[in-house]
Every structure is written in structure tokens, then in C-alpha cells.
């Protein structure tokens, strides 16, 4: 089945510096690729998302870059800000198994002052 | 519209019973999925319902089971309750059945099994 590996685990930037998550998946059918924010005791939340047609999506401070040959996708967030921190996880399903979506093991994001 | 809501938030339970779970998706979205959370394995797909059929199902045991009903709600039960149970139950709902339909979670239920 579909794995789904994501690095680092934790990683601490200072206000206003950028920060990349990166993810790579082993099915190279997987098409659709979302990324969600959590925070503590909260529900994970659609950050932003990529579908394999697309090279990369810009949405304010937040990017996604997908590179299908090399089957990583990353996730860039610039300018940080305190309200960043929280714990992002990668994802990817694949048509024909329609909505499941196989998760990575997330990333720790702290942004300090 | 209203997000997706998962009812009870809270529940601690015995090993050996059982819990049923509720999930009410985003109005007019048909597909529920449903996942685990949990520290050790971290996010896990359970099962997916679409017009009242089960479309697909991870790697979990038969003790933990769902159904769809006509107006898309969704339940998910899990009998012959485990201590290894304990996790926050997340239910995600998205407009059609597509892997590229976006997924929007619910808060979840904490499930503690004694």
C-alpha cells in the first residue's frame, strides 16, 4: 500500500523566517496531496492542497510544491508567525481508493519570538 | 454551513464493551471517512461510506465496523472494546466520492478505554 514519509519531526524557526516540510510518497498513482494544520486539542484543518496535474499552488504565505518524478511534495510556509505553530501533516490518496487518505507522521512547527 | 460534527466528544468506557460513535458530515457532502488518531501510529484511515456503502476499509480488525444512513450521517462502532482503543476518533467528510475531493474533519471523539 501507499507510505507516506515526513521530515523532520520537529523543527523550531524564529518569527519571521520561513520553514519547509518535506514529504515523499512510495505510489506513484497517488494524485491528490493535502496538507493539514493541527493544533493542540483541535481538529486537523485543510491548509492547502496539490493535485498531481499541478506543479506547485500559492495561497498567501503558504506554497506547495509537488515533484512527481522524485515523488516529494513540499510544503513552504514564509514570514512565520507565532499562530504557525502547531503540528502539519502531509497526505496522499490515489484514485480508486477514492477518499483514503494515507497520512504522514507529522511535523512539530514552533516559531518563537 | 456548519462544519462536521462528532458526537459524543468525550467517552470513557471498560474493556469488553462496546461504543457507537457519530458523525454528522457538511451539509450536502456524501462521503464520510473515519480515522484513528493516535500518538504511537498517528493518523490511520478506518473506512470510507458513500451512499450508505462501505467503499473502502484499512488494515483494522472486524471489531470495528460502520454504517451510512440515507441523510449521509455516519456511525462507527467498535465492539469488544481494548485498552490499545484509546484514541481520538476522527470522522472527515468531503462533497463526493473522488480522491480528489477535499476533506474536512470533525473535532473528533476521545474515546478512553479502563
Known amino acids: 500500500g501507499e507510505n507516506v514519509e515526513q521530515h523532520p519531526s520537529t523543527l523550531s524557526v524564529q518569527e519571521g523566517d520561513s520553514a519547509v516540510i518535506k514529504c515523499t510518497y512510495s505510489?506513484?498513482?497517488?494524485?491528490?496531496f493535502p496538507w493539514y494544520k493541527q493544533e493542540l486539542g483541535k481538529r486537523p484543518q485543510l491548509i492547502i492542497d496539490?493535485?498531481?496535474?499541478?506543479g506547485e499552488k500559492k495561497d498567501q504565505r503558504i506554497a506547495v510544491t509537488l515533484n512527481k518524478t522524485a515523488k516529494h511534495f513540499s510544503l513552504h510556509i514564509t514570514e512565520t508567525q507565532p499562530e504557525d505553530s502547531a503540528v502539519y501533516f502531509c497526505?496522499?490518496?490515489?484514485?480508486?481508493?477514492?477518499?483514503?487518505?494515507?497520512f504522514g507522521t507529522g511535523t512539530r512547527l514552533q516559531v518563537t519570538l | 454551513k456548519a462544519g462536521v460534527t462528532q458526537t459524543p466528544r468525550y467517552l470513557i468506557k471498560t474493556r469488553g464493551q462496546q461504543v457507537t460513535l457519530s458523525c454528522s458530515p457538511i451539509?450536502?457532502?456524501?462521503?464520510v471517512s473515519w480515522y484513528q488518531q493516535t500518538p504511537g501510529q498517528g493518523l490511520q484511515f478506518l473506512f470510507e461510506?458513500?451512499?450508505?456503502?462501505?467503499?473502502n476499509k484499512g488494515n483494522f480488525p472486524g471489531r470495528f465496523s460502520g454504517r451510512q444512513f440515507s441523510n449521509s450521517r455516519s456511525e462507527m462502532n467498535v465492539s469488544t472494546l481494548e485498552l490499545g482503543d484509546s484514541a481520538l476518533y476522527l470522522c472527515?467528510?468531503?462533497?463526493?466520492?473522488?480522491?480528489?475531493?477535499?476533506?474536512?474533519f470533525g473535532p473528533g471523539t476521545r474515546l478512553t478505554v479502563t
Open positions: 472527515a467528510s468531503s462533497l463526493v466520492y473522488s480522491s480528489l475531493s477535499e476533506q474536512y
Open positions: 505510489d506513484s498513482a497517488s494524485n491528490y
Open positions: 496539490i493535485r498531481s496535474n499541478v
Open positions: 497526505a496522499a490518496s490515489k484514485s480508486g481508493t477514492a477518499s483514503k487518505l494515507t
Open positions: 451539509s450536502g457532502h456524501r462521503s
Open positions: 461510506y458513500f451512499s450508505e456503502t462501505q467503499r
